[in-house]
């Protein structure tokens, strides 16, 4: 079982739809997790980032951590043509050790 | 606007030629890394490096090798190119935000070898 589960997708909307992107882990030590997008012919760039369970928001981007059901989420609401982009979860245990990333989920926001 | 850079951005070679690929950082990061993506694959970490003269193997085993003689560069070699090595190979570094490691990345150098 790999460490870390993200569905590739591709994954199709319309121009403000809201968006769930997901990822599912087995490592329990897992403490902090990441949100990056990359756009074709770039390299990731972070998003989000938070640490153990709860929510962060920002801006148009929420992310979601349950720690007991070892899932992680991001929201994208009203979804711009320009967040069309592959979406990579990360995460990682204590401070400063390796990140792990999944293998990322493709986005088209259509207009 | 990217503080880590990577050249070449393309590159084709033929079989048994021997390559290095650039990774230059002006943030003052102390870890920098190098990994390897391959469509509808995870990132694998193949080198990194927590300082100069520092340097380890990743998760994924490979041919490559890194050197680290200043804090900014950390330059990637092969020996000599096979077609197997044929990706996308991306470079970053870290800074520790809130405990966590924050990777930044570079564009990546997509290497095809025939």
């Known amino acids: 079982q790999k460490e870390v589960e993200q569905d590739p997708g591709p994954l199709s909307v319309p121009e403000g739809a809201i968006v769930s992107l997901n990822c599912t882990y087995s490592?329990?030590?897992?403490?902090?997790f990441m949100w990056y997008r990359q756009y074709s012919r770039k390299g990731p760039e972070l998003l989000m980032y938070?640490?153990?369970?709860g929510n962060k928001e920002d801006g148009r981007f929420t992310a979601q951590v349950d720690k007991s059901s070892k899932y992680i989420s991001l929201f994208i609401r009203d979804s711009q043509p320009s967040d069309s982009a592959t979406y990579l979860c990360?995460?990682?245990?204590?401070?400063?050790?390796?990140?792990?990333f999944g293998k990322g989920t493709t986005l088209s926001v259509s207009s | 606007e990217a503080d880590i850079y990577q050249t070449p951005r393309y590159l084709v070679i033929g079989t048994g030629k021997k390559i290095t690929l650039e990774c230059s950082q002006t943030?003052?990061?102390?870890?920098m890394y190098w990994y390897q993506q391959d469509p509808g694959m995870e990132l694998h970490l193949i080198h990194y490096?927590?300082?100069?003269?520092?340097?380890e193997k990743g998760d994924l085993s490979s041919e490559s090798t890194v050197s680290r003689i200043r804090t900014e560069h950390f330059p990637l070699t092969l020996e000599s190119a096979r077609p197997s090595h044929t990706s996308q190979y991306l470079c970053?570094?870290?800074?520790?935000?809130?405990?966590?490691?924050?990777?930044?990345f570079g564009a990546g150098s997509r290497l095809t070898v025939l």
């Open positions: 970053a570094s870290s800074l520790r935000r809130d405990g966590a490691n924050v990777l930044t």
């Open positions: 490592n329990s030590a897992f403490q902090y």
């Open positions: 938070t640490y153990s369970s």
């Open positions: 990360a995460m990682s245990g204590q401070a400063g050790t390796a990140l792990i």
């Open positions: 943030m003052g990061h102390d870890k």
């Open positions: 490096s927590y300082g100069v003269n520092s340097t």
